[in-house]
């Protein structure tokens, strides 16, 4: 069963303007999240990520928010620009498992001019 | 700056061979891991290590298996390569405790 899960496959969006990306979980037990970046042929790159205790994190042009009550979260991301076009991914760390990730499906982002 | 490098970019085997995938990292981690990435699936976890010398499988270890002989240092190793498990193949490490896994570039392995 997937555990993180991102339903919209794909997602575009005019430069300048917002793109929001989802993400749902089913696990409580979850008490870290992270959004990872991903170009072609390269590896994730770590984007932004918000403790359990919080419902918001904000780092320039990336905004994370948590709704625990709904088991959800999104990435804002304003304004998009081009270079924003990757695949991102959600992923959700559960508690005293020491570090170990679950990941969502990924959000192809497509940003255009 | 964090640096985890992988032994190969590309990779073509035939079925049957025995593959070997090197993961070296450069912050002194304790946490280690080997993901697959496929289309529509996201990043699945094979094995992961807390340690020198142990290993933890993941959610798809079936025709895996790990060594992690250093610290810096985790293999992934493909007993007898099939064509399932044409993928792409990433190594992330982190700091104890968890938190932000740091991924290297990936390993685009095909067997034919």
């Known amino acids: 069963d997937q555990q993180v899960k991102q339903n919209s496959p794909s997602l575009s969006v005019q430069e300048g303007r917002i793109s929001i990306l989802n993400c749902d979980y089913t696990?409580?037990?979850?008490?870290?999240f992270l959004w990872y970046k991903k170009y072609p042929a390269e590896g994730p790159t770590f984007l932004i990520s918000?403790?359990?205790?919080?419902d918001k994190n904000e780092d320039g042009r990336f905004t994370v928010f948590l709704n625990k009550s709904a088991k959800h979260l999104s990435l804002h991301i304003v304004p998009s620009q081009p270079g924003d076009s990757a695949v991102y991914f959600c992923a959700a760390s559960p508690y005293n498992q020491g570090g170990k990730l679950i990941f969502g499906q990924g959000t192809e982002l497509s940003v255009k001019p | 700056d964090v640096k985890v490098t992988q032994s190969s970019r590309y990779l073509v085997k035939r079925t049957g061979e025995k593959v070997f995938l090197e993961c070296v990292q450069d912050m002194d981690h304790e946490n280690m891991f080997w993901y697959r990435q496929d289309p529509g699936l996201g990043l699945r976890l094979i094995y992961f290590?807390?340690?020198?010398?142990?290993?933890e499988k993941g959610d798809i270890p079936e025709g895996y298996s790990v060594s992690r002989e250093k610290k810096e240092r985790f293999s992934l190793i493909l007993e007898s390569a099939s064509t399932n498990q044409t993928s792409m193949y990433l190594c992330?490490?982190?700091?104890?405790?968890?938190?932000?896994?740091?991924f290297g570039p990936g390993t685009r392995l095909t067997v034919l």
């Open positions: 696990n409580s037990m979850f008490d870290y």
């Open positions: 918000i403790s359990s205790i919080k």
């Open positions: 992330a490490s982190s700091p104890p405790g968890g938190g932000t896994q740091y």
């Open positions: 290590s807390y340690d020198v010398k142990m290993k």
